[in-house]
């Protein structure tokens, strides 16, 4: 086990991390660049994460821990699983640090207040097991980068965060509507899926057609029969 210079006890995550980011030296140096390269980028969704990342790491206290909880808390909403760290693929947006950091707090923004109780609770539990700090200051960490979020960046930059937690999910064998649980993000799932089907096959066996049109059916309003639309049309082509 590990024990970071504030005392608290940090061995899967902190190892998770260290995989993930490609970390060869102190984590707590890391953080530090990693944040001030996010801050710097030419990208303003990119620049304004940073500096939510920025706030969490320095608001709480404990340093370079506050960052891991909330890229952990991130990734688990993306699907990665903490025990799979000898696994973790380096392709795709896996390989790329800044993509994962805003990632994980767009899948925060983003996905947290789509679980459940019960399903919070369990991702808190996956946190605290690793990372000795109490279940309160897990959930106020939580809080601060939804809140932060919402200050900090514009509505454009906070879209721009969904094809970030796209990619990320993508990785770990999840759609972005797994993680949102929006309705609308799941159409639109729907209608990705049915657009490779069409343009991998060139001839869409019709079964799957059918099955995509039914599963937006029952999403009403206009969303909902754009989405239809779509996908008829998709078919309707080949």
Known sequence: ?????????????????????????????????????????????????????????????????????????????????LAAVKTVVTAGALSNPVAMTCAALGAIYYGWNALSEQEKQETIEVIEADIKIGVELIKSIIQFVIKKTTDLLSSDNILELKKFVTESAQSFGRTLGDVTGAIKDKMMDTLHAVKVITDETGNVVKGHAASAVGSVKSASGEAGNYVTQKIRTLTEKK
């Open 1 to 81: 086990m590990i024990l970071s210079p504030a005392g608290f006890a940090v061995d899967g995550v902190y190892s998770i991390i260290k995989t993930l980011y490609h970390v060869a030296d102190d984590i707590n140096d890391y953080i530090n660049k990693h944040i001030d390269n996010m801050k710097n980028s030419d990208n303003p969704t990119i620049s304004r994460t940073g500096r939510v990342l920025e706030g969490a790491k320095f608001g709480f206290g404990i340093g370079y821990i506050t960052p891991v909880v909330v890229i952990s808390v991130g990734q688990l909403l993306c699907g990665f699983k």
